[in-house]
């Protein structure tokens, strides 16, 4: 196998930075007092606060994941976990703020969504800060939000699909997740639509010593399909922060998901990010990954394929530099149902690969 040695990746356009300025940051550590005062600050349904609090214990309860890097420098006694901005959630980039707005356009958010997607959604730290999705879409009943307004809206969907494509036990931070998640995106594509444009979603962290934990849920129902894109970057600090989201895909009987993430952290970062799909019956997941950041990277999407003829295929591309350590790869579980043609009989064989 052959190396090729390029030179270093130019961060200049993502390491630019504001003053941390905040209207809220909780208190670093992680208790369930600081649990609880997230959940007040989100005004929580009750529902949702429980949740918050099992996942804490649960948390609690495990070891550190051992099968990759290190990460026995991670304090999360040195960490915020929430983080919400100066401004509120608005449908317009003329009423976000103007250090935020110039950071986004540096980023060339605005611009792209001019161009060619079809809905936007950008986060800044802990919070939400920009939605807007294209008026046809809405007519044909896309539903692409940020997560706590789905948890108010839409909240039998939610309650559904929320964590149990990615439950709190798979390891200790995705009950981390559980317990401060955060911000993020909720999609939902009806039976039969197709989204031609893709929809994006942004997220920045701006905040040093804290930590980012947005969600991303989507359900794409049947014969539906959907693009969607993910970006995410962080300006360089000289203490650690840490990103730990949770993507849940749900793709059913016929549909068709493509997900492409472009992660391009500052080096202090920590990388501990988890996504999973389920893909139905004669139905395609696509993963299209690139990841050019952070100081650890713990990534493996997986595809669960649980009905007949299921597909999935997962194209992925790392960069690494000095003082990086990305541990990156792709799972896949067979778990559909396959009927082999035997002497004119047919056998029904169902397997955990």
């Not at 649990?35 to 948390?59: C, G, H, T």
């Not at 046809?136 to 948890?151: C, H, N, R, S």
Request: glycine share 6%.
């Amino acid at each position: 196998m052959s190396k090729t040695n390029i030179d270093e990746i130019n961060r200049n356009i993502y390491d630019i930075k504001n003053k941390d300025e905040y209207d809220f940051k909780i208190k670093k550590g992680l208790t369930p007092e600081i649990i609880e005062e997230i959940s007040k600050q989100k005004n929580d349904p009750e529902w949702m606060k429980e949740f918050r609090l099992k996942a804490l214990e649960v948390y609690n309860k495990l070891e550190l994941p051992t099968w990759g890097p290190d990460l026995s420098e991670l304090n999360m006694e040195e960490i915020a976990t929430y983080v919400r901005p100066k401004t509120g959630l608005s449908n317009s980039w003329e009423d976000v703020p103007e250090d935020i707005k110039n950071t986004f356009d540096k980023l060339g958010i605005p611009e792209a969504e001019k161009t060619s997607l079809a809905g936007v959604g950008a986060q800044y730290d802990s919070e939400v800060v920009y939605h807007s999705m294209k008026e046809d879409l809405i007519k044909q009943g896309v539903v692409y939000t940020d997560m706590e307004t789905a948890v108010r809206e839409y909240p039998e969907l939610v309650k559904e699909h929320f964590m149990k494509c990615v439950p709190v036990h798979d390891h200790k931070f995705v009950a981390l997740h559980g317990a401060v998640w955060s911000g993020g995106s909720f999609v939902y594509v009806p039976k039969g639509v197709k989204v031609d444009i893709p929809l994006q979603s942004y997220f920045r962290l701006n905040s040093p010593e804290s930590g980012q934990f947005e969600h991303t849920l989507i359900i794409v129902d049947e014969g539906a399909s959907l693009h969607f894109i993910e970006g995410c970057s962080a300006p360089k600090y000289n203490k650690v922060n840490l990103h730990a989201g949770c993507v849940e895909l749900y793709v059913k009987d016929n549909a068709y998901l493509r997900y492409s993430t472009i992660e391009n952290w500052s080096k202090n970062m920590l990388n501990l990010n988890t996504k999973k799909a389920i893909v139905g019956k004669n139905a395609k997941m696509d993963w299209v990954s690139g990841s050019f950041g952070s100081k650890i990277s713990m990534l493996y999407p997986m595809s669960i394929l649980n009905g007949e003829n299921s597909k999935t295929e997962y194209t992925g591309i790392s960069f690494a530099g000095a003082g990086q350590n990305l541990d990156n790869g792709f799972k896949v579980v067979h778990n559909a149902t396959r009927y082999i043609k035997c002497c004119k009989r047919k056998i029904n064989i169902k397997k955990w690969w």
